[in-house]
């Protein structure tokens, strides 16, 4: 019995020294960790989006009535802003941006949009989705109020 006693304490032994022999950081791959410092590095020179305001309250307005508001914003990052789409959350809601057109460091442009109350009474909440080249890429700018009936 006691043979087995000291084997089993020399296997454990054993089995421990090799253990703590690995070393975590031979397990790192160099390529990902280059990639991961190249990425932050790209990042710090990325477009930012800044809007004077990202969410707009239209207040009451009467059913068929049209809401038009000017969205400013400004690229305050170090690289070109590109504005790749705009996306409305419902048919009545209809956004304006710069397409096609790229947004220099230090420029401002302007998002458009227009919501046409016809049909939509009641608590109203309107999204447009921006997909652009910063570092979140998505952006929602919404528009909110009340429609009553006529």
């Known amino acids: 019995?006691?043979?087995?006693?000291?084997?089993?304490?020399?296997?454990?032994?054993?089995?421990?020294?090799?253990?703590?022999d690995n070393n975590p950081t031979k397990k790192?791959?160099?390529?990902?960790?280059?990639?991961?410092?190249?990425?932050?590095?790209q990042?710090?020179?990325?477009?930012?989006?800044?809007?004077?305001?990202?969410?707009?309250?239209?207040g009451e307005v009467t059913d068929g009535e049209i809401v038009e508001v000017d969205y400013t914003f400004k690229n305050t990052g170090e690289s070109n802003l590109i504005i790749y789409d705009a996306s409305a959350s419902c048919g009545c809601t209809v956004p304006e941006y710069p397409k096609d057109k790229e947004i220099k460091p230090?420029?401002?442009?302007?998002?458009?949009?227009?919501?046409?109350?016809?049909g939509q009474t009641g608590k109203q909440v309107k999204s447009i989705t921006l997909t652009t080249n910063?570092?979140?890429?998505?952006?929602?700018?919404?528009m909110s109020g009340f429609v009553i009936n006529k």
């Open 1 to 20: 019995m006691k043979k087995y006693y000291y084997m089993l304490i020399v296997g454990i032994i054993c089995f421990m020294s090799i253990s703590c």
């Open 28 to 41: 790192i791959n160099q390529q990902n960790l280059l990639e991961t410092e190249e990425r932050l590095e």
């Open 43 to 58: 990042e710090s020179v990325l477009p930012i989006l800044k809007f004077d305001f990202d969410t707009y309250d239209f």
């Open 106 to 118: 230090g420029e401002s442009g302007v998002i458009k949009a227009r919501f046409d109350s016809s």
């Open 134 to 142: 910063t570092k979140n890429s998505k952006k929602i700018i919404r």
